[in-house]
């Protein structure tokens, strides 16, 4: 039972790692037209209305105008990690990687390396990934100027709740041997020495 803390904490990481690592190819932004994208989007087609086209056209662009306006805020698309973020989403996957190994091959290896591995390497993966998720949360990739707003989706939040896991794990408690077991043989050689006499087997 002596590895078995550990053993959890690292089952925990490298849970936490293959969500991390999966989050990338979901989506992490959602796109909507603002206020302003969608009066451009107006303007530029009275515009062609006006240059190439005939009057009914120019009636049916103008009756056309409600519906655009109707868009404004209501998400149209939807971008994953690995499609906005295109350096970024290579270190999640590296890092994800790596706190997989870390936590997998102790687990391999046995219990006393469990024991011994200690998971500060995997807790400073862990921390790295949610700094790094985190500031793209916060400050998500420049979109089209005031045309185009984005907003936070499922992915960036599964990332998040990946990297946490992968901290946990790492820092997960460290189970200690019972201390029944290890205070007998020192009551023993206490007794021994104030009475000179040896307990028997």
Not at 2 to 22: D, F, K, M, N, T
Not at 125 to 137: E, F, K, N, Q
Not at 178 to 184: G, H, L, Q, T, V
């Amino acid at each position: 039972m002596a590895g078995e803390g550990p053993r959890y904490g690292l089952l925990v990481s490298a849970c936490g790692a293959i969500l991390l690592a999966v989050s990338v190819f979901l989506p992490w932004y959602g796109l909507a037209f603002t206020a302003n994208g969608v009066a451009f989007v107006q303007q530029m087609t009275n515009q062609l209305a006006t240059e190439f086209g005939n009057a009914s056209l120019q009636s049916y662009l103008g009756a056309q105008h409600a519906s655009l306006a109707a868009l404004a805020g209501h998400e149209f698309a939807a971008m994953s990690a690995h499609q906005a973020l295109k350096n970024l989403n290579i270190v999640l996957l590296a890092l994800a990687g790596l706190a997989i190994l870390d936590a997998l091959i102790p687990l391999a290896r046995g219990a006393a390396s469990v024991h011994d591995g200690g998971g500060a390497a995997v807790a400073i993966l862990g921390a790295v990934a949610t700094l790094l998720v985190a500031y793209r949360m916060v400050s998500p990739p420049s979109a089209a100027g005031e045309l185009i707003s984005l907003s936070l989706r499922e992915g960036a939040w599964l990332a998040l709740l990946g990297s946490l896991a992968i901290v946990a794990g790492g820092l997960w408690p460290r189970s200690r041997s019972r201390p029944d077991a290890a205070s007998e043989p020192t009551l023993d050689a206490t007794w021994s020495g104030l009475s000179g006499w040896t307990p028997q087997g």
